[in-house]
């Protein structure tokens, strides 16, 4: 038996008038085609659940959208990757597919989740870049205790600030101001864009 969740209701009350009918219609034929899903909330979307996560739908300003969890193996070659979601902007019911085709997904999608199947690991991403600090920098930092402590206690990002704002000056006069700047900066263990971070 299906579960309806009123925050649902909720989400497509409060959305754009153009969006209403989109909500509705996909959230019906949800329920139509997988008579057992169970309707949730997350990442305040609301999403269908069935042995698992199987689909969400959002409304924005401008589009709503209907992601399938496990979609890359549901339409791998159909992907329209413009918005959120598999099916790209949806500003009217009639950018969707046919009833037809949504159930079919949305069968398929049951099937995956009944078969325990995964979405395969993503690859992982390649190595950081190596860090290059340049050696005046290094130098300068050497001359000042407390500043080559703190640039040691830094976080790799915030190393590179340092290190590529010094090495992208274009006149030597540029770079030694530049240099001098970050070594009293560090030495007070301020990120390079302090003036800029919330106190």
Not at 71 to 96: C, P, S, W, Y
Not at 115 to 138: F, H, N, Q, T, W
Request: charge should be positive; include cysteine; hydrophobic fraction near 40%.
């Amino acid at each position: 038996m299906p579960t309806i969740d009123p925050r649902v209701d909720a989400y497509i009350a409060k959305s754009a008038e153009f969006a209403q009918p989109i909500l509705h219609h996909l959230r019906a034929i949800v329920h139509e085609a997988c008579p057992d899903v169970e309707e949730t909330m997350k990442w305040s979307f609301p999403h269908f659940m069935y042995k698992g996560m199987m689909c969400g739908m959002s409304a924005f300003k401008a589009h709503c959208a209907l992601g399938f969890w496990k979609g890359e193996l549901l339409m791998a070659d159909e992907a329209n990757r413009e918005a959120m979601g598999q099916f790209g902007r949806i500003e009217t019911v009639k950018d969707l597919p046919s009833k037809k085709v949504l159930t079919g997904y949305i069968k398929k999608a049951m099937k995956l989740n009944d078969d325990g199947i995964s979405v395969p690991a993503r690859a992982k991403p390649a190595e950081p870049r190596p860090l290059a600090i340049p050696d005046d920098l290094l130098a300068a930092l050497k001359e000042v205790p407390a500043a080559q402590q703190h640039f040691e206690a830094f976080s790799p990002s915030k190393k590179r600030d340092y290190a590529e704002w010094i090495a992208e000056a274009k006149t030597e006069a540029t770079r030694t101001r530049r240099r001098e700047q970050a070594v009293e900066w560090i030495a007070e263990g301020k990120a390079r864009n302090w003036k800029y971070e919330k106190c």
